[in-house]
């Protein structure tokens, strides 16, 4: 896509968003109210969700590396990698049974009637502050004890070098697995860094690769499980790139 093509098309974006926000903000905040309507609340999420992935000319195919499976009525914490803004789609779409809370950062709430939503389904961390990201684990729990899985991004953001294929990760998801018991589903999700950078004159429509890579059960330390993760996701990556040299 030429430059000029790919600005209108970061313009549709603020369009698309901006109308399924309006649309499906106000059952979504009406639903929230109530912590056991959450479940209800999700389902306009995830329409959001499909709106904004499938809107901006995305689709996915998803292949499973493990012949373990998602138990329906269990609590997990959910991690991926994370190279764009549209990889915080996908663990809603692919996650039916699971009314998912995601920790984010603090700075969103600043965007207009999307800021007000978001307070209400995610977790918020300011990661300049010690005190807001110990209290992130108790906010957690307290989110799990009511039915919803975790969605953490453990490299914490996404990296300002685009060479970098991996960044390191952060504790966060594996002291909050060990912690509470909750096991963790490892995904990796490749080519939205090229289809949707963060570079607004880049990118293209197109086919994501999802790979679910595994479910760690909080049997090990805190720092074992950050080890495995961090392998099992780096290993595809790796895989990815040599498939297409």
């Known amino acids: 896509m030429t430059k000029l093509l790919n600005y209108i098309w970061r313009g549709w974006m603020i369009i698309l968003g901006a109308v399924l926000t309006i649309l499906l903000g106000i059952p979504v905040l009406i639903l929230s109210i109530r912590k056991e309507h959450y479940k209800y609340a999700y389902r306009f999420i ?12 995305f689709r996915y195919d998803l292949k499973n590396l493990t012949e373990k499976k ?5 609590q997990y ?18 996650m039916p049974h699971h009314p998912l809370c995601y920790v984010g950062k603090k700075e ?3 965007i207009p009637i999307f800021g007000t939503i978001y307070k209400r389904i995610c977790v918020m961390v300011d990661r300049s502050s010690a005190k ?20 953490i991004f453990p490299e914490g953001g996404v990296p300002d070098d685009t060479s970098i294929l991996l960044d390191s990760f952060k504790d966060g998801a594996f002291i909050l697995s060990s912690k509470h018991n909750a096991p963790i589903a490892v995904f ?15 990118g293209h429509p197109g086919k994501v ?7 760690l059960e909080p ?27």
């Open 219 to 245: 049997d090990r330390s805190a720092a074992e499980l950050k080890s495995i993760a961090y392998g099992e996701i780096k290993n595809v990556l790796e895989n990815q790139m040599g498939n297409r040299k």
């Open 77 to 94: 914490v959910f991690i991926s990698n994370h190279t764009s803004i549209m990889d915080v789609m996908l663990p809603c779409i692919l």
């Open 46 to 57: 995830r329409v959001w969700c499909y709106g904004m992935f499938y809107g901006m000319g």
């Open 70 to 74: 998602i138990e329906k009525y269990r």
């Open 209 to 215: 690769k999802v790979f679910f890579n595994d479910i």
């Open 132 to 151: 807001s990201r110990a209290d992130v684990y108790r906010r957690c729990a307290e989110r799990m004890q009511e039915g919803q899985s975790i969605v």
């Open 188 to 202: 990796t999700f490749v080519g939205l860094k090229e289809m949707f950078p963060f570079d607004n004159s880049k």
């Open 108 to 110: 969103l709430v600043k």
